[in-house]
């Protein structure tokens, strides 16, 4: 009975997320448009629904009507799966983010506001964004269409160069924090009025995962797999209707996680002024700071032009790498050696 | 409720593992053995081992077999054909020695029906992080360190495999100790050219160790 | 129901994935679906390492799991190489072609 109870509650919690989700996608792919069309001079959609509320709704209805190419090729159960490894293993990573602090609702008892918490939470986002390569590098191959091979063979060798300095990225973060539990990391970024984020105690550590998380996710300036005045549209020219939308979904989606594994790792997830007393201003705080890195996605869109591959390739492995590595010895260095530090300097 | 959990997972891996096999077309094998390992991936979760679960998806399913399915893209690797008509009994042959390999070791798993501990009552602290560390840095440094350098050797190895060749002329000489690769002295013939390889060095080499040079062939005509 | 899975069933599902592993190497004739039997191979061995590291509150186990892990990813690499190796001089994957030891 009680394991029931679990259950339902775990698919309750799920579904909220996954509508929370999809609803900032389309805000995401609405405030793109409009962003990106104020940042080059023009208005951008404002026709459906007030201002262009309504216009990522237009889009999907408008996607779903067309009609599902599948082009003639020997790997057609590939074809079908990619999209779907794409989407899942985008969307896999919402159940670990803590959205606000514990509430309590009456009659029911206090509610942790994340999904699953779990000892190896910070592993297992980068287990999931190594498996996201799949969807690229199989949909690129079974497109039986050489712009579509060329475009998925060089995103996903962009994705798993930048995978590494991703993850090196964030061991100066656990190095810090002790535990690879990002719940815990995000209670331990609490206190003196905001200066105690990760953001001030690894700038080098923030920067190198910005740089990381945009390569990942293939935006600007390291998008050239999908630019169309390159390759198409890169690995996903073959696709049409609702297995287009899936990849599309999926990329929103993927900004929108490393987006919020930036918020929580660096700047203190829900931490904010006034939490203790109102939690819910908790959640509040989490999706401001989300929808801060969102913008400024869209505004690095609107502003750099973008990498040629060979340069982009070189930057990840000749210039990247090394720095992350010398960011963990830094801090590892600085971990170990500060209680020497601080008797010598005699304050403990 | 674990025993069912343990009946989906194990028939996922099985199922994907006779997949594995049973499938011509190389990259469907490799899609299916990402389902093993992910299947396999959360059977180790349901053994309390989370960290090595983590591991398993990320160098496994996430590093080893994009390298595989790269190496299949890049080689473009067809289905493969009927098999030929002198191992015809091949098939057959292996599925009767399986089914011996399985009754070996059902012999022994009857052995070891009873164990102390079953990992469903208590909450099992072996597997967390902080143990796997512990032991990692303590009382299994020398294996990491072991780890450490097998790995440099690799990242030595693959880098000189992936060198590209010097482009070496048919009648260069090659001295005893040059830093040579041997693809680069063998001429790339079909399988079927039986003809003799030579290296070219026998005279250097003879002047090095004192002895008379060999006669050439064309000499003796 | 209430069972919990024994230690002999985990232990059974790792013989038969060995088994399949062993199955696939001498059936198949491509070598990098060769390779994939044995890794496949490799994780059932895997599979009974983290079972009784688990049935006996032992971590050895799980770091001996974590050194197998680390030495297939060294041989996929290294092996891979030469698999691309092979393929350049033959133009052929299939092992039956390189059955005689000469190039």
Known sequence: MNLTINI??????ITIAFLGIMLLVAFTVLAERRV???????VGPNRVGYGGVLQPFADFIKTMMKEDLNPAQTTKFIFFLAPMIAVITAIMSILIYPFGPPITIPFFGTVPLVIARFDVALLYVLGITSVGVYGIALAGWSSNNKYSLMGGLRSSAQMISYELSLGLSLVGVILMAGTLDIYSIVEQQSGWFGFHWNIFYQPLGFIIYLISAIAETNRVPFDLPEAETELVAGFHTEYSSIKFLLFFNAEYINMITVSMLATTLFLGGWQGPLVNQFPLLGVFYFFIKVLFFLF????????????????????????????????IVLTATIVAYWPVLLAKLGLR | MLALLFIIFAGLAVGCAVAVVAQR????????????????ACLYVMLAAPFIAAVQVIVYAGAIMVLVVFVIMLLNVEEEERRRPRLRFLVPTAVVMAAILVAETSFIMYSVRFSPFTPTDNISNTGITSQIGTGLFTRYLLPFEITSILLLMAIVGAMTLARR????????????????????VLTRGSPEDLTAIEADSSVEAARVLGVEPPIKREDLE | MNLAPQLWWYLALSAVLFTIGVVGVIIKRNVIAMFMCI????NAVNLTFVAFSSFFQDVSGQLFVFIVMTVAAAEAAVGLGIIIMIFRNRESLDVDDASILKL
């Open chain 1, 8 to 13: 339902v509650l775990y698919f309750v919690a």
């Open chain 1, 36 to 42: 990106l069309a104020f940042l080059q001079g023009r």
């Open chain 2, 25 to 40: 077309n190389p990259l469907y094998s490799a899609v299916s053995l990402i389902g093993v390992f992910v299947a396999l």
């Open chain 3, 39 to 42: 890794e496949l191979m490799l």
């Open chain 1, 296 to 327: 400024l996605y869209i505004w690095l869109r609107g502003t750099l032009p973008r990498f040629r591959f060979d340069q982009l390739m070189s930057f990840g492995w000749k210039f990247l790498m090394p720095v992350a590595i010398l960011n």
């Open chain 2, 165 to 184: 060749s010097l482009r070496l002329s048919p009648t260069a000489r090659i001295l005893p100790g040059a830093q040579v690769l041997a693809r680069d």
